[in-house]
């Protein structure tokens, strides 16, 4: 082995001491960015990223970017400057030519027919098995042939790698007409099929199965963990369907308990049932100022009473971890961990976890009130949908086999 001489040992000296300055600042983001805990991780962000991709992203959390906004930016951060490496040999320019966001879509986008015959096209090989190694990229099933990025993924990288470029206050060249038409005819031909969150929707009688796996036993009443997952479940349908982050981040102080309210809003002598308010303060569409309240009433509420004393919890998160002993944490349930207990109650259920997750909450919630025939406006107001052509997906998936029109033939 060559020996290094005294400039080259310098210069390597100087290197390692600047990644452990980018570790150290990386550290002071762990508390948003729960990814980023472990040595390991932030060493493989702190070699792939500089001092100003850095010193941005800690101006971003600063200036109170949403947890799940700031999670997605530094991974596509890391991800863009890893591409960049291994595809050009050289760091990520700033700002970045119009040619190299090309170049990126090329990688990632393509004709999968072409790929068999020509194996040049789209992502070359030594590209991907370099991103393989740095664990950024998945390496194919098996012997198959990689598939092309999913449509959405490289539209969110692109929109990532702009919102940089702006923070940078530096111009991007992805408004170009070559690059809105290169992505334009990438998403074409690339056939890879949009993956759906949940592969199924957790309806009201899928909700029924799960909500018996917390019932206890014959020989055991309901226990911690159960009180904890019958709440979670009934709270994140009932209110519209919450996203995992949501029911994660949720404190006691986003609670109002309300007045009992009618079974029947047009019959005031109707059963009355518990109800309550739950304010979501900042989520993926809304900023914490906005007016974005829902109301639980019924089962979900009585639930949500039963956890919150049984855990004795008076403020602080709502839902927290639980160890395997049965101890209960201070700290909050991460996302994951909400995913988690959707899977593992649909195992207890019969139920196969890999169609479910926990988005199959929010889907079950809207296609629930197709299936009930709420207006869909109605709907919209307690899951906080803000596009309707996003939500009435799920009422059409919901009444396509109560279509008269198909029906023409008999």
Known sequence: MRKLTGKARDTLAEEEKAISNRVEHLDTLSAILPALAGSDRAEQLARLLTDEDIDTLRHLAREGMGENSLRALTSDFSYLEGWCLAATGSP???????PLILKFIAHHLWDSEKKMSDPSHGMPDDVA??????????????????LPH????????????????RWRSLQGHF?????RSAMRLASRVADRPKAKKSRKAITADCLELLLATCNGTDYAAPSLMDIRDRALLLVGFASGGRRRSELSGMRFGQITWEGFLPLDPSDPESDLLPAASLRLGRTKTE??????????????????????????IQD?????????????KTRALTPQS????????CALAGLDPQDFSAHGLRSGFLTEA???DIPIQDAMLQSRHRSLAQASSYYSDAGRSRRRSARLLG
């Open 92 to 98: 990520l320019p700033w700002p970045a030519p119009a």
């Open 129 to 146: 098995v370099s991103l393989e190694a740095q664990k950024l990229l998945r390496g194919p099933k098996s012997d198959r042939l990689r």
């Open 150 to 165: 999913a449509i959405s993924t490289v539209q969110r990288r692109l929109a990532s790698w702009s919102t940089l470029h």
């Open 175 to 179: 408004s170009d007409p070559d690059v």
């Open 287 to 312: 900023e914490s100022s906005d007016d974005n309240s829902v109301l639980l009433i019924g089962r979900s509420v009585d639930a949500l009473k039963a956890w919150l004393e049984a855990a004795r």
């Open 316 to 328: 602080g998160a709502v839902f927290r971890a639980i160890d395997q002993w049965g101890n209960l």
């Open 338 to 345: 909400v995913n988690a207990i959707v899977k593992k109650r």
């Open 370 to 372: 197709a299936n009930r």
